[in-house]
């Protein structure tokens, strides 16, 4: 993730890639998520930083979509590789008509963008089906997995599916 503050740094991709390098890993498999209101003051310059890094084959994503006010001004600018939609509209999916369309309609509006998309906060059966029935790309959330510390990840990725 990156944060508001790292973007008025100058020195923002010179520093994922020495991070990059560090951690011997190759741009191509990266993916960084921005917050619709990273760098509002300075949308240029954001978008001038996030163009180099996606130069480079990192894959950038906008997080917690639907939550900001600069949604669609990034969704036309920026060289994004999709969005993330908001955990607090998945948990709503249930209650809410408006909230259903509302995340029907996103999803439509990103793969018309060329945009994947991800779904934050899927806890249970419904939501995953639901947003598998519009086409969402992918999912995250407790359903999956609890969270778990890095140290265990390599161990839970050689477990069968």
Same mark, same amino acid.
């Given at each position: 993730n990156l944060s508001a503050r790292e973007f008025p740094r100058c020195d923002l991709v010179s520093r994922v890639a020495q991070r990059l390098d560090g951690a011997r890993l190759h741009p191509g498999g990266v993916g960084l998520e921005i917050t619709e209101t990273s760098g509002?003051?300075?949308?240029?310059?954001?978008?001038?930083? !996030?163009a180099e890094l996606t130069?480079?084959?990192?894959?950038l994503w906008l997080d917690d979509f639907g939550t900001g006010h600069s949604s669609l001004e990034w969704l036309s600018h920026l060289?994004?590789?999709? !969005?993330? !939609?908001?955990?607090?509209?998945?948990? %709503?999916?249930?209650?809410?008509? %408006?909230? %259903?369309?509302?995340?029907? %309609?996103? !999803?439509?509006?990103?793969?018309?963008?060329?945009?994947?998309?991800?779904?934050?906060?899927?806890?249970?059966?419904?939501?995953?089906d639901f947003l598998a029935g519009r086409g969402c790309d992918y999912f995250q959330g407790f359903l999956f997995h609890d969270a778990l510390p890095a140290r265990l990840l390599p161990a839970r990725l050689a477990e069968p599916a």
């Amino acid at each position: 993730n990156l944060s508001a503050r790292e973007f008025p740094r100058c020195d923002l991709v010179s520093r994922v890639a020495q991070r990059l390098d560090g951690a011997r890993l190759h741009p191509g498999g990266v993916g960084l998520e921005i917050t619709e209101t990273s760098g509002m003051q300075r949308f240029d310059a954001v978008a001038e930083q !996030i163009a180099e890094l996606t130069g480079q084959g990192i894959e950038l994503w906008l997080d917690d979509f639907g939550t900001g006010h600069s949604s669609l001004e990034w969704l036309s600018h920026l060289p994004l590789s999709g !969005i993330k !939609i908001a955990g607090t509209f998945v948990e %709503r999916l249930a209650a809410e008509e %408006r909230c %259903r369309t509302i995340v029907a %309609r996103v !999803i439509d509006l990103a793969h018309d963008l060329g945009l994947q998309v991800i779904a934050e906060g899927v806890e249970n059966q419904a939501q995953r089906d639901f947003l598998a029935g519009r086409g969402c790309d992918y999912f995250q959330g407790f359903l999956f997995h609890d969270a778990l510390p890095a140290r265990l990840l390599p161990a839970r990725l050689a477990e069968p599916a």
